[in-house]
Structures are given as structure tokens and as C-alpha cells.
């Protein structure tokens, strides 16, 4: 009996072991489950804040958030997806599931900086929008300063400032920026446009003032030689006083500037015609003199020019002024003729006077060419007398010479040279120069006794090509004739 007692007691015990274990590999189950049913919904809710990250990321951008903001949040969230989760143990994995849970709330935190970068975006948006606004307002003032009605551009400004709080992307705001600023454009050019045509109105009324003053004094100067005829320049410049203080329009102004200027060119033209004829006159008689005294006969010259002086006294027109002052410049033609050919004899003669740094070229006498030249520096001067045209060279290079006070290096280039002195003294044209005549020779700009001549008019290449060697050259300190 009491073997079957053990026996029974062993089963009884087994059993209950039995039954132990299966509850605990049953509990074990249950909770493994679970723990899946967790992970997958953890994994579900990444997905789901990926899914919507990338929604909200392609929005704010699409919406007008610089990409450059939102770039840095996109590849964190990159960096997130792409982070190994640990290793998952036996049946139980709360750290798996721990990890998982905290990328779902990291990537969902994420979505909130990526709506802050679009927040921030439009409250610096809305306050440039302000600040448009602001310069649309200020463009106001000029506008109306010179005439313009910016009424419309006003209420633009106001509309768009109440608008302004029901912008809600900044696309939206940026595109309002955009508008404003195409308004302030278009008032500041409507501005510039009335500013410029006030200022050209105000130009033209200065410059009408200023030729009513101009011709009234050319008349003026006119009117004190009695011989002049002046009337009808007197009746036409009043008539233009007259209707000035009545001309509002920018072309009254300038056809009435346009006439008096005119005016005054006219008197002037008159005046100066009469005075130079004058000066030609006296200049001729001079000549006739000098050349009667060199033993030319100049009778028939001086009964030309008898009539004409008389004639000028009387003259009061510019046609008749004109024609006595050809006349008498044709006399002083025959009379040069004759003065210089006794001067400097037949042929062809090239003549340099220091004094005027001016030379005459001479055809049996006619000036042929008379230009501007620079010659020889103070301490460096042109040699003067009677020479001739030993060489002529087309290109040249000069050179310096040893002992020479203002050396240069290499040589210097020019497109003519003539030698009339076989010292090294030259004729020729100067490329770095840009003046001649009076004033030229002084110890920092003349020459180093070379005689420079201008080509700005094509005078140094008549002279190099109507100049043959042997021609002479006479140089003078004094002036022509001396």
C-alpha cells in the first residue's frame, strides 16, 4: 500500500512540474506576442511620421520655405531612417521596442522644426512685405513734389497692408512683395519722367532768357555803328521780348530761344564781318607799303583798294561786307605775292619765324601752308639763317646723342623727318604732342631745337610731300619779313 502511495505521490508531483512549465512556456508565448504586436506597431508609426515628414517637407518648400532651411531638417531625418536599432534578445525586447518608439517621436519632432523654418519664413516675409510697403509710401512725397497724383499708389499701399494679415504661405507673401515693389518701380519712373520734363521746361526758360539778353546786347553793340542796317534784327528780337513772359510750353520756350539765338548769331556774324574786313583792310595797306618800299610795283593794287576802303566805310549789310572783304583779300593775295617774293625770292621757300612759332610755306611767293609749330627750348634753341632740306625720311627714328641734357631711351618714332641743318636739325611731325604755336618752346615742353609740326589737319604730310630736297629753309627770330 504504501509503494502505491509513492508511486501515486510521484505522479501527483510530475504533474504538477508538468503543469508548471506549461503555464510558464504559455506566459512566455503570450508575451512574446505582444512584444511583436508592439515592434510592429512602433515600426508602423515610423513609416507613418517618414510618410508624413516627406509630405510636410515637400509642402513647406513647394509653399516658398527656402530649400536651405529645410535641407539640414531633411537630412537629419535621413541620417534617423538610416540608424541601425539594436539587436533584438530571446522573446523579450523592450530596448528594441524602447528605440523604435523614440525614432517614431524623433522623426514626428522633426515634422515641428520643419513648421518652425515655415513660421520663421513668413514672419521675416510679412515684415519685408511692411518695408515695401513703407517705400511705396515714401515714394509718395516726390511724386507729388512734382506733379504727379499718387492717390491710386496710396490706396495700392493701404489695400495691400490690410490684405497683408490673411497671407498664409510665403509664396503667397512673396508674391505681394513682388507686386509692391513693381508699384514703387512704376511711381518712381512716373516721377523721374515728370522731374525730367520740369527740368527741361525750366532749361529751355533759361536758355530763352538767356538769348532775349545775348541778342539784346549784340543789337546794342550793333546799333553804335550807324552805318549798320539793323532795323529788321531789332523788330524780331522785340517781338520775342514780347511774347515771352506769355510762353508756358516747352516748345514756345525753345522756338523763341531757338530765334533769338539766331539773332544774336546774326548781329555778331555783322559786327565781326565789318571789323574783320577792317583788320584785312589796314593789314593790306601795310603790305603795300613794305612791298613798294622793297621796290615792287604795287599802283595798280593800291587804286584797287581805294574804292573798296571807301566803300567799307558806308557798308551796312553783311552781303556787302563779304563781297568788299574778298575783294580786298584778293588784293592782299597779289600784294603777299609780291612782298614775299621780293622777301625770300621764286620758288618754293619754307619760312620759320621763333617769335610767332609759326611757319609759311611759299610757292614763288603765294602761302601754300601756315601752321602752328614748336620749336627749340630755351636752353636748347633752333638755329636760325638761310639752309635747305639736305634729307628726307618717311618713317623715322631719332635717337638720343651723347651729352644731350634730356636723353631718352631707344628712339622716338615719327612719320616725316626733313634735315635742313647737318648738325642733326630736323622738320618733322611729333606723335606725343597735341600743342603747338605760342607758348609751346619752354624749357619743359620745346623742343630740343627741332622744329614739330602738327598732322591733326594734314600739315606736316603736305609739307614731307611738297617738299623737295634743296628746297630752303629760312628760320627767323623775329617775324616774317623781319
Avoid at 102 to 125: D, F, H, P, W, Y
Avoid at 205 to 220: F, I, R
Avoid at 302 to 326: C, F, M, V
Amino acid at each position: 500500500m504504501r509503494g502505491m502511495s509513492s508511486i501515486r505521490l510521484a505522479l501527483v508531483g510530475a504533474l504538477v512540474v508538468v503543469t508548471f512549465v506549461g503555464a510558464q512556456v504559455a506566459g512566455l508565448a503570450a508575451a512574446s506576442y505582444d512584444q511583436k504586436t508592439e515592434s510592429a506597431n512602433a515600426q508602423a508609426a515610423i513609416s507613418t511620421a517618414a510618410r508624413a515628414f516627406d509630405i510636410q517637407a515637400h509642402r513647406v518648400v513647394a509653399d516658398g520655405t527656402p530649400k536651405a532651411m529645410v535641407d539640414p531638417v531633411v537630412a537629419t531625418e535621413k541620417t534617423l531612417a538610416a540608424a541601425p536599432l539594436p539587436s533584438a534578445t530571446f522573446f523579450i525586447d523592450q530596448g528594441q521596442i524602447s528605440a523604435l518608439k523614440k525614432r517614431a517621436a524623433s522623426i514626428n519632432g522633426l515634422g515641428g522644426q520643419l513648421s518652425a523654418a515655415e513660421s520663421q519664413t513668413e514672419v521675416e516675409l510679412h515684415q519685408k512685405l511692411l518695408d515695401t510697403l513703407q517705400k511705396l509710401r515714401d515714394a509718395t512725397t516726390p511724386a507729388k513734389n512734382v506733379g504727379v497724383d499718387p492717390a491710386a499708389y496710396s490706396q495700392f499701399a493701404d489695400d495691400t497692408t490690410v490684405a497683408n494679415a490673411n497671407l498664409a504661405t510665403p509664396n503667397a507673401i512673396q508674391k505681394t512683395i513682388d507686386a509692391v515693389a513693381a508699384k514703387t518701380a512704376e511711381l518712381q519712373a512716373l516721377t523721374a519722367q515728370h522731374l525730367s520734363a520740369l527740368q527741361a521746361l525750366a532749361a529751355a526758360k533759361d536758355d530763352a532768357h538767356s538769348a532775349l539778353t545775348a541778342a539784346q546786347g549784340a543789337l546794342a553793340q550793333a546799333q553804335t555803328i550807324p552805318a549798320l542796317k539793323v532795323s529788321d534784327n531789332a523788330a524780331v528780337i522785340s517781338a520775342d521780348a514780347a511774347k515771352l513772359p506769355g510762353a508756358g510750353s516747352l516748345s514756345d520756350f525753345k522756338a523763341l530761344g531757338a530765334d533769338l539765338w539766331a539773332q544774336n548769331k546774326a548781329l555778331h556774324n555783322l559786327v565781326d564781318t565789318r571789323q574783320a574786313t577792317f583788320d584785312l583792310l589796314a593789314t593790306t595797306k601795310d603790305l603795300i607799303a613794305r612791298a613798294g618800299a622793297a621796290g615792287k610795283d604795287v599802283s595798280a593794287d593800291q587804286a584797287q583798294l581805294a574804292p573798296l576802303e571807301a566803300q567799307l566805310s558806308s557798308a551796312g549789310d553783311l552781303a556787302t561786307l563779304t563781297n568788299i572783304k574778298s575783294q580786298i583779300q584778293a588784293i592782299k593775295n597779289d600784294v603777299d605775292a609780291k612782298y614775299w617774293q621780293a622777301a625770300y625770292g621764286s620758288g618754293k621757300v619754307i619760312v620759320v619765324s621763333l617769335a610767332k612759332e609759326e611757319l609759311i610755306a611759299l610757292q614763288d611767293g603765294v602761302v601754300v601752308l601756315d601752321t602752328p609749330v614748336t620749336a627749340g627750348r630755351p636752353s636748347m634753341p633752333t638755329v636760325t639763317g638761310t639752309f635747305h632740306v639736305l634729307v628726307k625720311h618717311s618713317p623715322y627714328c631719332m635717337s638720343s646723342w651723347q651729352g644731350n641734357p634730356y636723353p631718352w631711351a631707344g628712339c622716338v618714332g615719327m612719320q616725316y623727318a626733313m634735315e635742313f641743318e647737318s648738325s642733326g636739325y630736323f622738320l618733322h611731325d611729333a606723335p606725343w604732342r597735341s600743342r603747338y604755336g605760342p607758348g609751346t618752346n619752354t624749357e619743359a615742353n620745346g623742343t630740343h631745337g627741332c622744329v614739330n609740326i602738327p598732322r591733326n589737319a594734314g600739315q606736316m604730310d603736305f609739307l614731307y610731300g611738297w617738299t623737295p630736297v634743296g628746297t630752303t629753309v629760312v628760320v627767323l627770330q623775329g617775324d616774317f619779313g623781319s
